[in-house]
């Protein structure tokens, strides 16, 4: 039944709404290759070319043959999908594959990667906070057994007379002669102290315009105010620092620095000092910032990133949910920066465009071997997406890695090209960012615009949805805006995309260039 001969609407009634508003109210009837289809007025199916692939999710495109004949013979042999708490060795096969890319990827990487499997991005991304979390408080424990293990240590020794006590600034002057009192004394205080610090959450650290996720916890780490603050009070808080700047980040570090109070004697006399306590979760990075119009993170960034985690102990995230699985034209977009990380996230294409499916790694010296049973999800590692992921691991590494080679020659072609138009309209595109098959293109700041529709489109964060509209109904090529800089639009088809898909492409992005550049409202308006 198609949507339109539904009478009662308990789903979309607002997206659908705005959707039509916008001009992308298409109800898409099939999905092949590089292209979406929807049948027309007169009957007639319509290709469209797919820029958007599921924001990033189809780097062998829609349908894929070799995937879909490969799920049929997977089900027709009925397969276990769902055979919870038993041996489901398909998972370390996935988990064995995505080492040895890794180990390829990474050449001096020292130590393997644990997995562990979800159902969505953000999903991969909290279990990354989790883990996280338990390293955070493996640490404190050490570090509070140390503090107590010196308060026990000083106690007996002012007991025995072999330490004295000086006036400090944790002990009233006036408080009490005895030694021995004093000593307590100071230690409630020292632990009313503590337990102020210990009762605090972690705080961690992504970059601007991250984004990481819309979970309770993951949205904590995307930057987009109107769609992070309405939670803030449900999870740890992000503090965001711009890539570039490494001075900021470790300024940012500094502020957020705690320590806990240590009782130790110093040749003789009882002595408060400060111990560092790990305040930072982790530090999530996406190698590509795809809310940031595809801007990778530099080389600099990378070494300045890589730096403090190695100061403050706490693990690098490599956010790889939207740049990785080949899209830039390697499997990991962090092994073009050398941005070497703790954890990763994957997940998108791992799904090979039919099933759900992500995986968190972390690195097997720091993994807690725990975390396995605490945290669980029903239809992770199922047996249908882990059969799948195989054989899209198998398919990006065949022939010596052609996927990725695909990727990176047709990026250079598609950037080269938005370039060119770039160079040519130079008062409507400010800039052309990405790597590979991830790609953006921002256009110049159109909130002053001479054209009221325009004007007025780029002032509500509409101008980029109403451009793409354009684009569908005139061009037939599906683009969506980069995140919350909505005067911009994405780039990242399949490795199915044609020199003639780029052609078009140029003639209709010159077109909405045209258009901006001579204000010509009427041209946009449906
Ligand atoms: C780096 C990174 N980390 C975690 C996630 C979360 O993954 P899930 O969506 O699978 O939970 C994503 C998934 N990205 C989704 C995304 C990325 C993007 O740039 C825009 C939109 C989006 C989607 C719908 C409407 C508006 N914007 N969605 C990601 O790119």
Redesign the pocket.
């Known amino acids: 039944m198609s949507s339109s001969a539904v009478e009662e609407v308990f789903a979309d009634k607002l997206l659908n709404d705005w959707l039509s508003g916008v001009g992308l109210g298409i109800e898409y009837t099939r999905a092949e290759g590089n292209e979406l289809y929807f049948v027309d007025e007169s009957g007639r199916e319509v290709a469209v070319v797919d820029y958007v692939c599921g924001?990033?999710s189809l780097i062998f495109g829609h349908h894929d043959r070799e995937i879909v004949e490969h799920v049929k013979s997977v089900l027709d042999s009925q397969i276990p999908v769902l055979a919870q708490l038993s041996r489901q060795p398909r998972s370390n096969e996935v988990a064995v594959a995505l080492n040895a890319i890794m180990r390829r990827e990474i050449p001096d990487a020292e130590h393997g990667y644990s997995a562990v499997f979800a159902n969505?991005?953000?999903?991969a991304?909290e279990i990354c906070m989790k883990h996280a979390e338990l390293e955070r408080q493996a640490r404190i424990s050490t570090l509070v057994d140390e503090l107590k293990a010196h308060v026990q240590e000083v106690r007996e020794a002012v007991r025995s007379g072999r330490a004295t006590l000086s006036e400090n600034r944790y002990v009233q002057a006036d408080g009490p002669a005895d030694d021995g009192d004093a000593f307590e004394s100071l230690i409630a205080e020292v632990e009313r102290r503590n337990s102020a610090v210990l009762s605090r959450g972690p705080v961690n650290l992504a970059l601007e315009h991250a984004?990481?996720?819309?979970?309770v916890a993951?949205i904590q780490l995307t930057q987009n105010p109107q769609w992070r603050t309405p939670f803030t009070s449900l999870a740890a808080s992000t503090r965001f620092v711009r890539a570039d700047q490494p001075e900021e980040i470790k300024a940012a570090v500094e502020d957020l620095r705690e320590s806990l109070l240590d009782v130790v004697l110093d040749d003789g006399a009882v002595t408060v000092v400060e111990r560092d306590f790990p305040a930072i979760g982790a530090f999530f990075v996406?190698p590509v910032q795809?809310?940031n119009g595809m801007r990778p993170v530099t080389a600099a960034a990378a070494r300045a990133i890589r730096e403090v985690c190695d100061e403050v102990g706490c693990p690098l995230v490599i956010?790889e949910?939207?740049?990785g699985m080949g899209r830039t034209g390697a499997f990991l977009a962090s092994s073009h920066m050398g941005l070497r990380g703790d954890y990763y996230?994957i997940?998108?294409s791992l799904g090979g465009g039919i099933a759900k499916n992500?995986v968190a790694l972390v690195r097997q010296d720091r993994f807690r071997p725990e975390f396995e049973v605490i945290h669980t999800s029903t239809f992770a590692k199922d047996g249908f997406s882990a059969a799948i992921a195989v054989k899209v691991l198998e398919m990006l590494e065949a022939d010596d890695g052609r996927v990725y080679t695909t990727a990176a020659d047709l990026g250079e072609r598609l950037l080269a090209m938005l370039n060119s138009v770039k160079a040519d309209f130079p008062e409507v595109v400010s800039a052309v960012n990405g790597i590979g098959l991830m790609i953006g293109l921002e256009f110049t700041d159109q909130t002053s615009a001479s054209a009221e529709f325009i004007r007025d489109k780029a002032r509500s964060g509409m101008l980029g949805y109403v451009l793409a509209g354009y684009l569908l109904r005139e061009h037939r090529i599906r683009v969506l805006p980069?995140?919350p800089a909505a005067n911009s639009v994405?780039f990242e088809p399949s490795i199915l995309l044609t020199d003639a898909d780029i052609a078009r492409t140029e003639s209709a992005i010159r077109d909405v260039c045209r258009i901006l550049r001579d204000q010509d409202e009427k041209s946009l308006v449906q």
């Open positions: 924001f990033g969505s991005g953000a999903e991304v984004f990481h996720g819309k979970l993951s996406e795809g809310a956010d949910i939207h740049s996230t997940a998108k992500s980069v995140g994405r």
